[in-house]
């Protein structure tokens, strides 16, 4: 099993890796199999079906547009957010959508896309089936997917199998846990970042690794600009107000700044918001490692080049690739699914990672880099996942505000440090997907428990 840093850092829209982004793939890649099969011709209907957390929290999610757009053939990395309104007010006032430009099939929100709140599918909460039926109703090709989180999603057939990742390229530097990560790069003196470029490598030469490395950085300061600038009240039915740019234009015309040091992590929540906002907005985000906590890691990047000595490009890269390893380490040997093991699968895992990157970037050792990731997820522990009204928004916007300080101040701690601590990454990982297990389902992303009823009744 071989995992990318781009695996885990993709471009894509909000408001909701799991719920947007996965989807959206899943219905792209049906309408893909669909076509291999020389089935388009026959097709008279596409039924879509949602199950578990995506039935429960699907609509505030944006899981039914998202679904419209991958039947359409749009794909979450380059659809054009300005387009969408109009994509699916076509589809909303023709009943109908085009197949690859060549096929027009009846297609009725309230027909075609059932939301079946009261079934799960077997192997994950956000499971999801498609069906293609021809003139007489009979089934031409059926498939299910689930999204797994952070945009991933996995075929039936493939997650009945437990295979996390398809890939089986063999990495030069391969680990499966920290304590293999640490002994690697001791064994061959390289840092958390040296091995991760290492095993890019592997699928593509270095100035396409550092032509997309920029690009995530780039797409997560273009999120940042449009968050700052953008004004209003956020689409949902919660009417929650941006805050982010009128925090900006409040900081930017502060004068002396210097005379209290914690307008750095003013700073800090201000890059968090705006991202956040412009995830709950449908805006294009890169997932960090889900969309959910999109806005932590870019926000303490920022911190890191606005705030930090010494900073530069290339620790920006150390960041990332940093983060993505420690990333890796709680995709495969937990989840980073707020719907599995609730929002210490996200903000959790964005602040161990964002703690990590930043440790690496600062020059921190690996042995500080590790303790680093685990001091962030440690005081994230049981963190559930409660979305008010099922919409990317309360508490989730500043949620993301608050992992960023946070993963922050583990960094500092570690600093602090010589990286000797009594609990390790792999234990606090191995802690955190025993904590997602016991976990009532009604705190994973489902809007049944937690804040999501509490405020709704009061």
């Not at 079934?119 to 909460?125: A, D, G, N, R, T």
């Not at 958390?192 to 490598?201: G, R």
Request: glycine share 8%; charged share 20%; aromatic share 6%.
């Amino acid at each position: 099993m071989a995992v990318s840093v781009f695996d885990l850092f993709k471009i894509g829209i909000g408001p909701s890796s799991s719920h947007t982004v996965g989807p959206m793939r899943a219905a792209h890649l049906f309408i893909e199999a669909l076509s291999k099969q020389n089935l388009e011709t026959k097709t008279e209907q596409i039924h879509t079906e949602l199950f578990g957390s995506l039935s429960h929290t699907g609509r505030g999610h944006g899981t039914d547009k998202a679904i419209i757009l991958g039947l359409l053939g749009e794909a979450p990395d380059t659809v054009d957010p300005d387009r969408i309104p109009d994509l699916l007010s076509q589809v909303e006032n023709q009943k109908s959508i085009t197949i690859n430009e060549r096929l027009t099939v009846p297609f009725d929100n309230r027909k075609h896309l059932i939301f079946h709140k009261r079934e799960v599918l077997p192997l994950h909460s956000n499971g999801m089936r498609f069906s293609a039926l021809d003139a007489d109703g009979n089934t031409l090709l059926e498939k299910a997917y689930y999204s797994v989180g952070g945009g991933f999603i996995m075929a039936h057939n493939h997650l009945a199998q437990q295979h996390i990742m398809e890939d089986d390229t063999q990495l030069p530097y391969p680990f499966t846990s920290a304590k293999e990560l640490l002994n690697q790069c001791k064994k061959h003196n390289l840092s958390i970042a040296e091995l991760m470029f290492e095993n890019e490598k592997t699928w593509r030469q270095v100035p396409e690794i550092h032509a997309r490395l920029d690009k995530i950085w780039e797409a997560m300061q273009s999120c940042v600009q449009r968050g700052l600038n953008a004004e209003g009240v956020l689409p949902g039915g919660l009417k929650v107000a941006r805050r982010a740019p009128k925090l900006f234009t409040d900081l930017s015309q502060q004068k002396d700044q210097i005379q209290d040091p914690l307008t750095v992590l003013d700073w800090v929540n201000t890059y968090a918001l705006a991202v956040s906002e412009e995830n709950a907005a449908g805006g294009r985000v890169v997932t960090a490692p889900t969309n959910g906590a999109a806005g932590i890691i870019p926000a303490v990047m920022h911190y890191y080049e606005k705030f930090c000595a010494n900073s530069n490009r290339q620790g920006l890269y150390d960041f990332l690739l940093t983060a993505g390893a420690i990333g890796i380490l709680y995709k495969t040997k937990a989840s980073i699914s707020g719907a599995e093991v609730g929002c210490q699968g996200e903000v959790g895992v964005a602040s161990s990672m964002a703690a990590a990157g930043l440790a690496a970037a600062c020059g921190l050792s690996n042995d500080e880099i590790e303790n680093a990731a685990e001091i962030a997820m440690e005081h994230n522990l049981g963190l559930t996942c409660d979305p008010i009204g099922g919409l990317v928004q309360i508490p989730c916007i500043e949620r993301n505000a608050m992992g960023a300080v946070k993963s922050i101040n583990a960094f500092r701690m570690a600093d602090r440090n010589d990286g000797s601590h009594w609990v390790t990454l792999d234990k606090v990982i191995l802690t955190m997907k025993a904590t997602g297990d016991d976990m009532k389902d009604i705190y994973k992303e489902t809007s049944r428990g937690g804040l999501a009823v509490n405020i709704i009744e009061c």
